[in-house]
C-alpha cells in the first residue's frame, strides 16, 4: 500500500513540471528576471511587462510594511513571461523536465487591504486570500504551437512574526489544451492532498515582502 502510494505520487512529480513553475504565478511580481540569451523582441516585451506591474508591487509592498489597513482593497492585474531556459534552471533546477517553450502567464491579484495590513505585524495569523485566477500562454519547443491553460488558487498563508510559515495553494478551476490541463491537474491534485508545493510557496511569499520589496522601498509611505 505505501509503496503503491509513494509511486503514484512519483509519476505525478514526473509529470507535475508544469504545475511546480506555474506556482510562481501566485507571487508573479516576486522573482527579478535572469540573466540569460533572449532574443530581443521577448526582452523588450519582458521588459514592458516589468513596468507595468510596478504599481501592483509598490501598493502591496506599502500596505503590508506599513501596515495600511485604510482605503480599499488591493486588484491588479500581473503578467510576466518566463524564458523556458528561467524556467528549467532557475525554477525547475533540474528536478523536473520542461517540455514547452517560453509560458506567459497572467493573473487577477485580489488582496484584502485589511489583512494584508496586519500580517507581517500580528504575532501570529493565517491569511485567507480570495480566489486568484491565473491564464497562461505556453510556446511549442522549437514549433509555432501555443498552449492554454487557466486555473485558480485560494490561497491560505499562515504568519508569524513577520515571515510566512505554512501555505496552502487550494487549486481548483483548472481548464485549458488537453496536454497543458492534464499536467496541471496532476499537480494540483497532489498538491492539495499532500502540500508538495508548500516550501516553494513559502520561500517566494517571504522573498517578496523581503529583498523584492527591498528594491521599491524609497517609493514607499508616499
Request: a neutral charge.
Amino acid at each position: 500500500m505505501i509503496d503503491s502510494i509513494a509511486d503514484t505520487a512519483h509519476r505525478a512529480l514526473r509529470i507535475a513540471g508544469l504545475g511546480w513553475a506555474l506556482i510562481t504565478a501566485m507571487t508573479i511580481l516576486t522573482a527579478p528576471a535572469a540573466a540569460q540569451d533572449v532574443d530581443k523582441a521577448l526582452e523588450a516585451r519582458m521588459e514592458k511587462e516589468k513596468a507595468e506591474r510596478h504599481g501592483c508591487k509598490v501598493t502591496i509592498c506599502d500596505t503590508a510594511r506599513n501596515h495600511k489597513a485604510d482605503g480599499g482593497d488591493i486588484a491588479c492585474s500581473a503578467v510576466k513571461t518566463w524564458p523556458a531556459g528561467d524556467l528549467r534552471d532557475n525554477i525547475l533546477k533540474g528536478k523536473l523536465d520542461w517540455p514547452w517553450g517560453n509560458a506567459q502567464c497572467k493573473v487577477d491579484v485580489k488582496i484584502e487591504r485589511k489583512m494584508l495590513a496586519q500580517a507581517l505585524s500580528s504575532p501570529n495569523m493565517e491569511a485567507k486570500l480570495a480566489k486568484q485566477t491565473v491564464t497562461c500562454t505556453l510556446d511549442q519547443k522549437g514549433g509555432s504551437e501555443k498552449y492554454n491553460i487557466s486555473f485558480a488558487i485560494t490561497p491560505t498563508v499562515t504568519f508569524a512574526g513577520g515571515k510566512a510559515t505554512k501555505a496552502t495553494l487550494n487549486w481548483s478551476d483548472i481548464q485549458g489544451s488537453a496536454l497543458a490541463k492534464g499536467a496541471v491537474w496532476s499537480a494540483a491534485t497532489l498538491d492539495n492532498n499532500v502540500g508538495v508545493f508548500e516550501g516553494t510557496t513559502v520561500e517566494q511569499i517571504n522573498a517578496f515582502f523581503g529583498p523584492r520589496c527591498d528594491e521599491v522601498k524609497d517609493e514607499l509611505g508616499k
